[in-house]
């Protein structure tokens, strides 16, 4: 990995940058790691630098190149659980899966619910990350739900939005301080949607399946009832409610019309929300056991959530995909369904995954692409340098080979976190190289980058 701020011509490639309008097959120039020209044709000569030298070449013909992706939801475990991630491992496993910049979650030990905690990750970042990292602070000391942080000391500390993400603010009154700080500092709520008493020692969704199998079911109601209440307390107070993990029909249509009664309201969906269903807790394998790395809060629904999700997608109710990357050990996970950790390493197969709908037709790729980049960059207000191939910007850029064909192994995964139920399946599409903040954070070993001699005779 190149950790320097590169000067690099990516020739030939097919340029998407849905926020930009961008459609076209071209060239990309980055010099010192800023955006410097995008066109059909892009000589070395256009560099500032026009002297002698080395430059490097990416011919990327036949791939996608945008916006590096941008996820709004993750988990990197450090401080304090080391075993299940490092910010070092994390951000390396989003690199291989296109991420330029991550916002991680406060659920750490201790949680981010002082500026002080705050700072510790950002340095951390600063020295470990191999991609950028926005930390997300507690509503609430020590994501307890009782009392509110100093979400004015935590946002001068850096936080990008406030979140109790694992576990929902129970206290209607207090979530309505919670939202009336968060408007006063410019800054999104991030709503992890439950009703502990609706979902209690629920593993799966509840239906014809939990019924079926005998598991404790947890009801769509248990996160509508949260989303409903949110979206009030949203119209309340006039703050920026993002809805984290939408995972039903129900709660599609409560923001569907949140936001046609004009309520500042966004939303985030996951690749395995897209695309696997309950039936999923069911190993596709001949001993029918369980597969605990398919549990996951909220549950994966059924086919008809799946479709109400792609169609909110598609239509703007869902803003963007989030990955929910929640990397776990697999003594936390290989100790029976009930005890199991919930959650799914989703950074390394997140593209992959979703490729699927866009191979199948129910999404295109540019409108996947909006929903990895411009879209979830807009909902932290940051869509000026992540999501985006504006000129003078930081080059924050993914290749995507959309027909490459691969088989996932989590024993490759650089996550820790070996919790997929991917396992084994094979994808059409894939990450090829990320570019994130100028630097080469991660390419596929098919690519090269060659490097050339620039002479005061070279034509280029
Ligand atoms: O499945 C999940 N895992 N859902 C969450 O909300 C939290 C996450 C975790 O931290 O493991």
């Known amino acids: 990995m190149n950790k320097e701020a590169i000067s690099l011509l990516i020739s030939g490639a097919h340029i998407i940058d849905p926020g930009q309008d961008i459609d076209q097959i071209g060239d990309l120039l980055i010099a010192e790691g800023k955006i410097l020209r995008i066109g059909s044709t892009v000589t070395l000569s256009q560099r500032p630098e026009r002297g002698e030298g080395k430059v490097e070449n990416l011919d990327a013909s036949g791939l996608v190149l945008c916006p590096g992706f941008v996820d709004l939801h993750c988990h990197l475990r450090q401080p304090g659980f080391e075993d299940k991630e490092t910010i070092a491992t994390g951000t390396k496993a989003a690199a291989i899966g296109g991420f330029a910049a991550v916002c991680c979650m406060a659920n750490t030990e201790p949680p981010l619910d002082t500026p002080a905690a705050v700072d510790w990750v950002k340095q951390k970042a600063s020295r470990d990350g191999a991609v950028a990292v926005f930390p997300i602070g507690c509503i609430t000391k020590g994501r307890k739900g009782e009392e509110l942080t100093d979400m004015?000391?935590?946002?001068?500390?850096?936080?990008?939005?406030?979140?109790?993400?694992?576990?929902p603010v129970a206290s209607s009154l207090l979530m309505r301080r919670a939202m009336e700080h968060s408007r006063e500092l410019g800054l999104p709520i991030i709503d992890h949607c439950e009703d502990k008493e609706l979902s209690d020692n629920g593993i799966i969704n509840e239906g014809e399946i939990s019924a079926k199998l005998r598991l404790e079911g947890i009801p769509a109601a248990a996160e509508e009832v949260i989303v409903a209440r949110d979206l009030i307390l949203a119209k309340l107070t006039g703050a920026k409610l993002h809805i984290a993990h939408v995972s039903t029909k129900g709660s599609v249509e409560l923001i569907r019309r949140a936001k046609e009664e004009g309520i500042s309201v966004t939303a985030e969906v996951t690749p395995h929300h897209l695309t696997l269903t309950e039936e999923r807790i069911v190993r596709e394998t001949p001993d029918k056991s369980f597969d605990v790395n398919a549990k996951v809060n909220p549950p994966l629904?059924?086919?008809?959530?799946?479709?109400?999700?792609?169609?909110?997608?598609?239509?703007?109710?869902?803003?963007?995909?989030?990955?929910?990357?929640?990397?776990?050990?697999?003594?936390?996970?290989?100790?029976?369904?009930?005890?199991?950790?919930?959650?799914?390493?989703?950074?390394?197969?997140?593209?992959?995954?979703?490729?699927?709908?866009?191979?199948?037709?129910e999404i295109s790729l540019t409108q996947l692409i909006s929903k990895l980049t411009c879209e979830p960059a807009k909902v932290i207000g940051r869509n000026d340098e992540l999501g985006t191939l504006k000129i003078g910007g930081p080059a924050n850029i993914t290749i995507l080979d959309p027909d490459r064909e691969w088989i996932v192994d989590s024993r490759n995964f650089a996550s820790k976190g070996k919790n997929t139920p991917y396992d084994g399946y094979k994808f059409k599409g894939k990450v090829m190289a990320t570019i994130a903040n100028g630097r080469v954070v991660y390419i596929d070993d098919s690519l090269v980058i060659a490097r050339s001699e620039v002479t005061k005779q070279s034509h280029v």
């Open 152 to 167: 004015a000391g935590l946002a001068e500390a850096g936080v990008i939005a406030f979140s109790d993400d694992g576990d």
């Open 301 to 361: 629904r059924t086919r008809d959530d799946i479709e109400a999700l792609i169609k909110g997608l598609k239509d703007g109710v869902i803003d963007a995909i989030a990955t929910d990357h929640a990397p776990h050990t697999l003594a936390d996970k290989n100790c029976g369904l009930e005890r199991a950790a919930f959650g799914i390493s989703g950074f390394e197969t997140a593209f992959g995954c979703l490729m699927s709908l866009v191979h199948k037709g």
